[in-house]
């Protein structure tokens, strides 16, 4: 069975990274999602949690799917890969920021 994306982050991170992280820091690479190999596999392991969050994001905002992702920073995608990652680092630093937001 695959491990959520939150208990990965909860495991991974200690709790000042994890602020990092939510608070946009995955740009600026952090271990395990720096490069291209790391953050596409992590997306394939959860793809269908990271899709099923961007759903009920852009649901949320009224958009579509690639409305939202297409909102992103630094959202410029040129291959799958590209995409991957974009959607791996939203996916956890959105993770990320609910964390967060249930510890304050």
Known sequence: ???SIKKHLLDSF???ELEEIANGSLIG???GFT???ETVQFHDEHEEE???MLDETANEQDLTILN???SFNNSHVGSITQLKNLLTWF???????KIVGYWE
């Open 1 to 3: 069975m695959e491990q």
């Open 14 to 16: 200690e709790k000042e």
């Open 29 to 31: 690479g952090v271990g």
């Open 35 to 37: 490069y291209y190999n």
């Open 50 to 52: 990271i899709w099923n």
């Open 68 to 70: 939202l992702i297409s």
């Open 91 to 97: 996916a956890v630093e959105e993770t990320a920021r």
